[in-house]
């Protein structure tokens, strides 16, 4: 057992999460830098601050892996026919106008509400595709990271760890015309688009992403610790190149290259759209996956984004390579993208990782669940993703647990956080579920996380602790009014 001392936490819940199932009578130990330090019987407890949980179960924080934060401002605002028919295309025209109106303020306060709303739903780190560079006119800021700076504030505010993905975008698409709406998006060489990654890097501290440089103390926005952290980041940078549609191949490699070489997570938008995978095809000869695959740039550090139209062939060069797909089903049932084949990546041992993506909806637990759900309706057929093919009492804990990873564990992979499940080492990041909540009374131990991944709403979700400190208690958000006033403000004067 690890040393204990009375500047030790112990949080003492009904039940806790570890290694694929509840434990009851056990208390999860934090030392003062927000670290899990041990899990042991309640009973055994002895000098360490005592918080009793009572009614609770504690889950290990969720991860979203892929995140537009300002998108935040569309919702509700895109429900209805532009065009004879409705698309992705027609909502990115809509998003573009959005994405044009906002001030370095603005995109604090949008980020700030979904970054809280995330808080309450139980998320610890998010994965944000930031590409918003400049300024309304498309002139460089004096600082090219004064936006993806107020994100990272807003992140630091909430209580949110994030790697910041910055993204690199160029042109509109292959023998596509410029976009004027993209203009805030735009670095044209990679040489401007790394030297502002690397001054983002060093403002951050930060290098490389934190799983690669554990044990380092150097963490926060600006040198300091926000919640008094010690060792575990609070935000990191990873790359995002766009997409194949808007980033060149020369471009891309390079920004790859780039990250390879520091050890920085490889986010990229790939095949959500049939449109992109034909326009790729036109203009290399081959899909989006099988460019980067066949031009070395797939790894473990890569993590595709959507990846719906693709081949068994694209399946299998994730497999080989260790690459991750992002889905982010709220969004793409929203989109009108297509469902992700998320049974054939399972069954070649791609994981897969979860995003709220364009905010519609910010619940990881519906992104879950929908994973499964869609193939259902898809397949006619029941617990498609389940992993045994025999009659089990555990199977529906099975389907759960493997669910529950996607927007655990494998989110923390996909981004670098240094949380994701609740063990010796890790920060104490979590969330807990009220036992009592309607949508899941009466659940036993051993069915309990599939009712909260099958049928728990956010109102289950009370508290939710970063770094060993709580930033949602009762089910409030500590800044939960002040954020909601500003949103509300913005709404009105950007909606009218
Ligand atoms: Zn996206």
Not at 88 to 101: D, G, K, V
Request: net charge negative; with cysteine; charged share 25%.
């Amino acid at each position: 057992m690890a040393e204990l001392s009375a500047h030790e936490i112990a949080f003492v819940p009904d039940l806790i999460y570890v290694e694929g199932q509840f434990k009851s009578g056990s208390a999860l130990i934090c030392n003062p830098a927000g670290q899990i330090t041990d899990v042991v019987p309640a009973d055994q407890l002895t000098g360490q601050k005592r918080v009793r949980l009572a009614n609770r179960a504690v889950l290990p924080g969720m991860i979203n892996a892929h995140s537009h934060a300002f998108q935040r401002v569309l919702r509700g605002r895109t429900e209805y026919r532009t065009a004879d028919k409705d698309s992705f295309w027609t909502w990115r025209e809509m998003m573009y106008l959005a994405a044009s109106r906002l001030t370095p303020e603005d995109i604090y306060d949008a980020s700030r509400m979904a970054f809280l709303e995330m808080a309450l739903g139980g998320i610890a780190a998010v994965g944000e595709f930031h590409y918003l560079h400049h300024a309304l006119d498309g002139r460089h800021y004096d600082d090219p990271n004064l936006l993806a700076k107020e994100v990272i504030r807003a992140a630091g505010d909430v209580g949110l760890r994030i790697a910041l993905l910055r993204v690199a975008y160029v042109r509109s698409g292959f023998q596509t015309e410029p976009n004027p709406r993209q203009a805030r998006f735009i670095e044209r060489d990679p040489e401007t688009y790394l030297k502002n990654l690397d001054a983002l890097a060093g403002d951050l501290n930060q290098g490389t992403s934190p799983t690669a440089r554990e044990g380092s103390s150097k963490s926060g926005t600006d040198g300091a610790l926000p919640h008094g952290r010690a060792t575990d980041p609070s935000a990191w940078v990873g790359v995002a190149p766009h997409s194949v549609r808007a980033v060149p191949l020369d471009y891309l490699k390079q920004v790859i290259a780039y990250a390879n070489d520091r050890d920085l997570r490889i986010h990229m938008h790939v095949a959500e759209q049939p449109a992109e995978v034909s326009a790729c095809v036109e203009e290399y000869g081959r899909t989006p996956t099988a460019l980067v695959e066949s031009e070395g740039l797939l790894s473990d550090r890569f993590t595709a984004v959507h990846a719906i139209h693709v081949t068994p062939k694209a399946i299998s060069s994730f497999a080989k390579t260790g690459a991750i797909v992002c889905a982010c089903p709220t969004t793409e049932r929203n989109l009108g993208d297509g469902v992700v084949p998320a049974d054939e990546y399972l069954r070649n041992d791609v994981a897969i990782c979860l995003g709220t993506d364009s905010h519609t909806q910010i619940d990881l637990l519906e992104d879950a669940r929908e994973l499964e759900y869609h193939l259902r309706l898809q397949k006619l057929e029941r617990a498609v993703l389940d992993r045994h093919s025999q009659a089990s009492s555990l199977k529906s804990q099975d389907l759960a647990e493997l669910l529950f990873d996607c927007a655990a564990t494998n989110g923390a992979r996909s981004i670098g956080a240094p949380g994701g499940a609740l063990e010796v080492g890790k920060p104490a990041d979590f969330f807990t579920i009220d036992l009592n909540d309607a949508a899941i009374a009466g659940a036993s131990q051993d069915d309990l996380l599939a009712s909260i991944v099958f049928s728990a709403s956010r109102t289950a979700i009370r508290e939710v602790v970063v770094g060993g400190k709580p930033i949602v208690s009762e089910g409030q958000h500590l800044i939960q009014e002040e954020v909601v006033e500003r949103f509300t403000d913005l709404q009105r004067r950007l909606w009218g």
